[in-house]
């Protein structure tokens, strides 16, 4: 019986040539080499329709719904392995079949598989001839210094006619193991019209008949034909070009020459392109190497249901592409390109040229990507004013205009933590330094002044990140007092009732909360959030350090003064209630913005007179300051109300001088005192703001 005859390489080392000829990183690449063989050969095919079968053959796994790829085999109706072709075949890196083509594809075959089967038809002298392969890198052939070699063959099959077919089987590595097994037939045609989208629009009309099908256990259970009705159509068309760099001098700078580029700009439906890319092609084939960054737009975005592809191709992509087939090697940046020691590349492109070109270009040719690409600036500049990043940040933390608001706040938090954790380090180190420092030296003054100065510009440095959210936030907080004001919160337009108080009450001080230090009671005074206090509460209800503010056992006469007008004026609330020190109690109203506050400056002239007169004996209240807030204020209309009130001529508000609270007969206290201002929302809200805007210019190290 006949044996495998081996095609021995006495000149070449294979254990060396397969670790000099690197597996590539993508599992169908095995594949890609064989269907771009495959098209070649029947580029020349003008006798028959061009055809290509795939078949992936699955074994049913004991995991209901899960299966087991077993083997993979391709075939097509080109001219087979003739003599010419197979001589090729045999010789590693023969590249006569064209300046393009590297003679080393083949090697993928058996970086992935184990044994690859080939078995071809062909004419030899007008006469069909059948030749049968065997390729693998398993110790007998290396062995036998081969990777190749010929099996006995089988008789012809004439009603075939030419053919070749490539039958890979048993997978070498389990991560491609596990990536076949879970390999679907949809996604495996969207990977091949992809990676060969270039070559499909260029041949659209003379497209062979694909036809692919999934076996599970011998029976076709899945097929797909792909043609050209499956190819998108490039909605543009354009080229440009960038300079080669060149050494001058010892230096790289721009040459007169160019590489010219070609664009094919695809737009695709969002169920068919899973994201917006910039692809580079050679040879007609996606590069999946290099990476160039589509700035314009994220990339699951879509515009009307579409998202953007573009396809850049160059001969000098075909020419630099290397034995690994889709693996170009080019200098990303001027300093890479600076580092590299070949003194024979004396002319190169910088893919940061390319990227910055083809982003301007696609900027210029698709208008609405143009205008994406503005909202998405101004959405970075909103987020760089709400939470104060720095022009610094923005420029170094490596973020870019698509990544969404959570991640360039997060590389913007990272990159100042990094700045940070220097400066403490520095800072650290100066400290250490005081050790060393001797008060008797005549060089102390000198060396303490040098340290104080080095302190002083770190400690700004190291407290920024924490001082720059503190008033981001409170920028957000008056952001949202604005919003409410100007009704453009969505509760107020889908809320029958209107909740503008209920709003600007939670918003300065939650109402049933009895912690002004974690408020924004700092939006009408700075010191207020420093006072023991409580929100929404009625008088009966109230207590200070635990103790009920207001008598429980009432004699007659404050037994009818609490029930005068038939009203239990322990029942009535308070909007915010603040106990500054010993004797002092502010009493803030707040009325809804609709609401005339006129006609109620009297409440807290009342509320302040019941906690007079039925306050414990232990909390003896002598001043009182009153806050009425509202928005619909007319300083007449107040003042004929009460004429007592003053308009302040500079701050936009009114204020009533300390009016006496008289004691009642059963109250032995001296009468108390009043302060009271009437002030809009709106006024409450610049000076806030204004406050605010003082922090920031300091914080961002402008002149306000």
């Known amino acids: 019986m006949a044996q495998k005859q081996y095609i021995r390489s006495a000149h070449l080392y294979y254990p060396g040539v397969l670790a000099d000829l690197k597996k590539s990183n993508r599992a169908l690449q095995p594949l890609f080499e064989a269907l771009t063989n495959a098209f070649e050969v029947l580029q020349q095919n003008v006798e028959a329709p061009a055809k290509i079968k795939l078949n992936l053959y699955y074994t049913s796994s004991l995991i209901e719904e899960e299966k087991t790829f077993e083997s993979m085999l391709l075939s097509d109706n080109g001219e087979g392995f003739t003599e010419e072709n197979y001589l090729r075949f045999q010789r590693y890196k023969d590249n006569r079949k064209g300046p393009k083509n590297k003679g080393s594809g083949r090697i993928q075959y058996i970086h992935f598989f184990n044994k690859v089967f080939i078995d071809s038809q062909y004419l030899l002298a007008g006469q069909l001839n059948r030749r049968q392969l065997e390729m693998s890198k398993s110790k007998p052939f290396l062995d ?75 029976a076709v259970y899945q097929e797909k034909v792909i043609s050209s009705e499956d190819i998108p159509t490039e909605d543009q068309l354009f080229k440009f070009e960038i300079p080669f760099k060149g050494l001058k001098n010892g230096i790289w700078k721009n040459l007169d020459k160019l590489a010219a580029f070609n664009v094919k700009g695809f737009k695709v439906g969002k169920d068919i392109l899973s994201q917006n ?20 737009l994220k990339e699951s975005e879509t515009i009307q249901g579409q998202r953007y592809l573009f396809l850049l191709s160059s001969d000098y992509l075909d020419l630099r592409d290397s034995d690994t087939r889709g693996l170009l090697s080019i200098p990303e940046s001027l300093e890479e390109l600076e580092k590299r020691q070949d003194l024979f590349q004396q002319e190169e492109i910088i893919l940061s040229d390319l990227e910055d070109k083809i982003n301007q270009e696609i900027e210029a040719h698709y208008p609405e990507i143009e205008q994406l690409n503005k909202a998405h600036e101004q959405g970075l500049e909103e987020l760089k004013s709400m939470f104060l990043l720095s022009s610094e940040t923005i420029a170094n933390s490596g973020l870019r205009l698509q990544d969404s608001e959570e991640k360039i706040l997060e590389k913007s ?81 889908t809320k029958e009732r209107n909740i503008d108080e209920k709003l600007l009450h939670n918003l300065l001080f939650q109402q049933s909360s ?42 007659e006469d404050e037994q009818r003064y609490r029930q005068s007008v038939q009203e239990d004026r322990y029942k009535k609330r308070t909007d915010i209630l603040l106990f500054p020190q010993e004797g002092k109690c502010i009493i803030i109203e707040l009325k809804n913005p609709n609401v005339n506050p006129a006609t109620q400056l009297n409440q807290i002239s009342r509320y302040a007179a019941l906690i007079h007169n039925l306050a414990k004996e232990e909390f003896n209240f002598t001043t009182f300051y009153g806050y009425l807030i509202g928005e619909q204020i007319d300083p007449w209309d107040v003042q004929d109300h009460d004429s007592a009130f003053l308009e302040d001529p500079h701050f936009d508000f009114l204020y009533r001088p300390a009016k006496p609270i008289s004691s009642r007969p059963f109250n032995p206290r001296p009468p108390a005192s009043l302060y009271t201002e009437v002030i809009k929302y709106s006024t409450v809200l610049k000076r806030a703001q204004l406050r605010n805007q003082i922090f920031i210019e300091k914080l961002l190290g402008h002149t306000p």
């Open 413 to 493: 938090y990272v990159f100042d933590a990094r700045k940070v954790a220097k400066a403490d380090a520095l800072l650290k180190k100066q400290l250490d330094q005081l050790k060393k420092l001797d008060p008797s030296s005549s060089s102390y003054q000198e060396e303490l002044a040098t340290l104080s100065k080095t302190l002083v510009k770190q400690l700004p440095l190291q407290n920024r990140a924490a001082l720059s959210q503190y008033v981001a936030r409170r920028k957000l907080v008056l952001d949202l007092f604005a919003k409410i004001l100007e009704k453009e919160l969505e509760v107020q337009t």
């Open 144 to 218: 036998a210094h081969a990777i190749l070699a010929e099996l006995p063959q089988k008789e012809v099959i004439s009603s075939k006619g030419t053919y070749s077919a490539i039958h890979f089987q048993e997978l070498l590595d389990e991560k491609e193991q596990a990536f076949y097994n879970k390999l679907t037939i949809e996604e495996l045609v969207k990977e091949i019209i992809l990676h060969y989208l270039d070559y499909f629009c260029t041949q659209k009309e003379q497209l062979p008949n694909i036809h692919i099908c999934f076996y599970l256990d011998d």
């Open 514 to 555: 009895k912690q002004p230090e974690i408020s924004d009671l700092w939006i009408l005074q700075e010191d207020f959030i420093y006072f023991s206090g409580l929100s929404e509460f009625t008088l009966g209800n109230i207590t200070i350090n635990g103790v009920k503010l207001l008598k429980e056992e009432l004699s």
């Open 277 to 296: 890319a910039i692809k580079l092609t050679s040879k007609s084939e996606l590069i999946d190497s290099l990476k160039l960054k589509f700035r314009h």
